[in-house]
């Protein structure tokens, strides 16, 4: 919890206490569904609440902002980035239904509303549009630029583009070149000086 209070200054209580019950809550659920790695639950707030919040720390969205979470799993991104944006809608989505049965629970317990979660692909959505879709290291960038481009809006109000986030590591460079798109790709040791962070990417494709 303290890494997160070293890089953000502002959270509200409510925040702050919605932030600091992470840790039990998905304890707690790891042990029946295993959604996060066992030896990284020592690291939660360091490997995946922190890693996450590089997409707070790289746009601010703005309030009535609706966001997709592309194959959620345990909930990341898009839960710590729920709590960060009271304000903001999130539709949580995965294919795999007991992992939403986590995200679920732990969104009840904590009291977040802005939160909805869909059983589904994101492919097989067809009714709706959003913002931004938001995804963390659950498909190469080619095919998450096909599954998110149908789903965005063009434009935005936003002080970026309306597109596709998604946090990644490793050598990109292949994986660039095969997704025919040119995204906008920071460093996340850049944002959050952790050696944790060493070769993982935020990636920006506009809409």
């Known amino acids: 919890m303290e890494i997160l209070l070293k890089y953000f200054a502002d959270f509200t209580p409510a925040q702050l206490q919605q932030f600091a019950a992470l840790q039990d809550l998905y304890t707690d659920w790891n042990s029946k569904i295993n959604v996060i790695s066992r030896k990284d639950m020592d690291g939660l707030y360091e490997k995946h609440v922190l890693h996450s919040l ?3 720390a790289f746009i601010e ?7 997709i979470d592309i194959g959620t799993g345990g909930g990341f991104p898009g839960i710590p980035l729920a709590i960060f944006f009271p304000e903001v809608e999130f539709l949580l989505v995965d294919s795999i239904g007991k992992k939403l049965k986590v995200v679920n629970g732990i969104a ?5 509303k802005n939160v909805t979660t869909q059983h589904t692909r994101a492919e097989d959505i067809k ?26 809006k063009k434009g935005g109000q936003q002080e970026m583009p309306n597109g596709l986030i998604c946090l990644k590591g490793g050598d990109l460079t292949v994986e660039i070149f095969e997704s025919d798109v040119r995204p906008r790709m920071v460093a996340i040791q850049n944002i959050f000086r952790e ?3 060493k070769d993982k990417h935020l990636l920006h494709v506009s809409r």
């Open 127 to 152: 009714t709706r549009k959003f913002d931004f879709a938001v995804s963390r290291a659950v498909a190469p960038l080619k095919d998450l630029w096909t599954w998110s481009k149908p789903l965005l």
């Open 108 to 112: 009840e317990a904590i009291g977040l």
């Open 61 to 67: 969205f703005n309030p009535g902002t609706q966001v």
């Open 195 to 197: 050696e944790s962070f």
């Open 54 to 56: 590089s997409i707070a």
